[in-house]
Nanobody
Framework: QVQLVESGGGLVQAGGSLRLSCAVSRSIGSFNAMGWYRQAPGKQRESVARIISGGTTIYADSVKGRFTISRDNAKNTLSLQMNSLRPEDTAVYYC????????WGQGTQVTVSS
């Protein structure tokens, strides 16, 4: 069983930064895609940023230019650098990884105060 554990969430003022990390329990080199998703109260889970085979990155329009996704195959980690945070970025952030099967972490809360 693959385990994904997110960390780095917290409370930050608008305009601030946070860096989320996702530690994976096995080598991530074989995953075709990894990504960060978020779910705000009363809303559906949405894709924030993904990195797919070959290193292509895909961002939601709402975070382009502010968030940066990266993966470190040597450390089996996925990261999300979040800058210029806004109150609307408040959500539980989830890490995912997969190929034929998708694995999810338990989530980490990010709260941005105005």
């Amino acid at each position: 069983q693959v385990q994904l554990v997110e960390s780095g969430g917290g409370l930050v003022q608008a305009g601030g930064s946070l860096r989320l990390s996702c530690a994976v329990s096995r080598s991530i080199g074989s995953f075709n895609a990894m990504g960060w998703y978020r779910q705000a109260p009363g809303k559906q889970r949405e894709s924030v940023a993904r990195i797919i085979s070959g290193g292509t990155t895909i961002y939601a329009d709402s975070v382009k230019g502010r968030f940066t996704i990266s993966r470190d195959n040597a450390k089996n980690t996925l990261s999300l650098q979040m800058n210029s945070l806004r109150p609307e970025d408040t959500a539980v952030y989830y890490c995912s990884a997969g190929s034929l099967r998708v694995y999810w972490g338990q989530g980490t809360q990010v709260t941005v105060s105005s």
